[in-house]
């Protein structure tokens, strides 16, 4: 089945840690994206990528980092820089940047502990 | 930039009557707009979306309406379901593709 997968689904961190999420898609995109979900908001978005070895800084990057060394997987390292890093996590993919439809993983809540 | 909000925060919709989830938004310059459908410990699914240069889209069951002279946009959901429970957001993009605003949602209730 062709799709976005995200995991785990559920993560705890000891305050202080990185900790990595992974995100990978099998449906050939370009474009992947990392976005926050908090309660009571909207997805806010952290980076995207349109290409391979190319990725740039989203609305909410401080605290974060990605990679993109491989066209299907885009990971985010939510570092020990991060102020708020509870929260849920879902990553997207578009087939190019100025496609329209993205495609949602089902999510990773991070959980700091 | 742009912000999107929603009307209301939770919806609660007989079974089989017809939904509304309203939506603003705070840039003219927004030229595109998506609904997603969010159900509970899941990703958003893509439900239906609308170009600036339409005032109207259907889908299966769905229907977008675009006010831009009042920066608005509605998602109309006929014949309710309970199926049909979920968070709804919409989104707005503004010229970037990379520039999508979601709003924050409206939980919709379908009572049996």
């Known amino acids: 089945d062709g799709g976005i997968t995200q995991s785990p689904k559920y993560l705890f961190r000891k305050e202080g840690q990185n900790v990595t999420l992974s995100c990978e898609q099998n449906?050939?995109?370009?474009?992947m994206y990392w976005y926050r979900q908090d309660p009571g908001q909207g997805l806010r978005l952290i980076y995207y990528s349109q290409i391979v070895n190319d990725f740039q800084k989203g609305d909410i990057a401080e605290g974060y980092s990605v990679s993109r060394e491989k066209k299907e997987s885009f990971p985010l390292t939510v570092t020990s820089a991060q102020k708020n890093p509870t929260a849920f996590y879902l990553c997207a993919s578009k087939e190019g940047p100025s496609n329209t439809e993205a495609f949602f993983g089902q999510g990773t809540r991070l959980t700091v502990v | 930039g742009e912000s999107v909000g929603l009307h209301l925060p939770t919806l609660s919709v007989q079974e089989g009557d017809n939904s509304i989830i309203n939506c603003a938004y705070s840039?003219?310059?927004?030229?595109?707009f998506i609904w997603y459908k969010q159900e509970s410990g899941k990703g958003p699914q893509f439900i239906i979306d609308?170009?600036?240069?339409?005032d109207k889209r259907q889908g299966q069951r769905v229907t977008v309406l675009l006010n831009k002279t009042v920066k608005h946009l509605s998602l109309q959901i006929a014949a309710t379901q309970p199926g049909d429970s979920a968070v709804y957001f919409c989104a707005a993009r503004v010229g970037g593709y990379q520039k999508v605003t979601f709003g924050t949602g409206t939980k919709l209730q379908v009572i049996p």
């Open positions: 840039n003219s310059a927004s030229d595109y």
């Open positions: 449906l050939n995109h370009d474009a």
């Open positions: 609308i170009r600036s240069n339409m």
